[in-house]
């Protein structure tokens, strides 16, 4: 069993920054994924980011690339997700969820098998 708590979500304008964080407990995150998906009103649940526990490889969605920059402290088994250059369309609740007994990023929210409660991220323009 795993339990993920995320936190760091609030209000921003347009082109700042937040850092979102993912604490997991309940077992050991040595060899899984940490993913981050988001869901804005009216709209499906998408895939953000993921990290690779074990050596640290990640994945971003094109919409993100290049703003957003997922990461993971082994020590505190917590993971990371920085947001600069925020955009309204940026505008969402933020989940991270773990999947278990892999070391691949995947992108579907069916591959996950934990999530945690989420946190609202709104960027005014």
């Known amino acids: 069993?795993?339990?993920?708590?995320?936190?760091?979500?609030?209000?921003?304008?347009?082109?700042?920054?937040?850092?979102?964080?993912?604490?997991?407990?309940?077992?050991?995150?040595?060899?899984n994924v940490m993913g981050w998906f988001r869901q804005a009103p009216g709209k499906e649940r998408e895939f953000v980011a993921g990290i690779s526990w074990s050596d640290g490889s990640t994945y971003y969605a094109d919409s993100v690339k290049g703003r957003f920059t997922i990461s993971r402290d082994n020590a505190k088994n917590t993971g990371y997700l920085q947001m600069n250059s925020l955009k309204p369309e940026d505008t969402a609740v933020y989940y991270c969820a773990a999947r278990i007994g892999s070391r691949r990023v995947r992108i579907?929210?069916?591959?996950?098998?934990?999530?945690?409660?989420g946190t609202q991220v709104t960027v005014s323009s």
């Open 1 to 31: 069993q795993v339990q993920l708590v995320e936190s760091g979500g609030g209000l921003v304008q347009a082109g700042g920054s937040l850092r979102l964080s993912c604490a997991a407990s309940g077992r050991t995150f040595s060899s």
């Open 108 to 117: 579907r929210e069916a591959d996950y098998d934990y999530w945690g409660q």
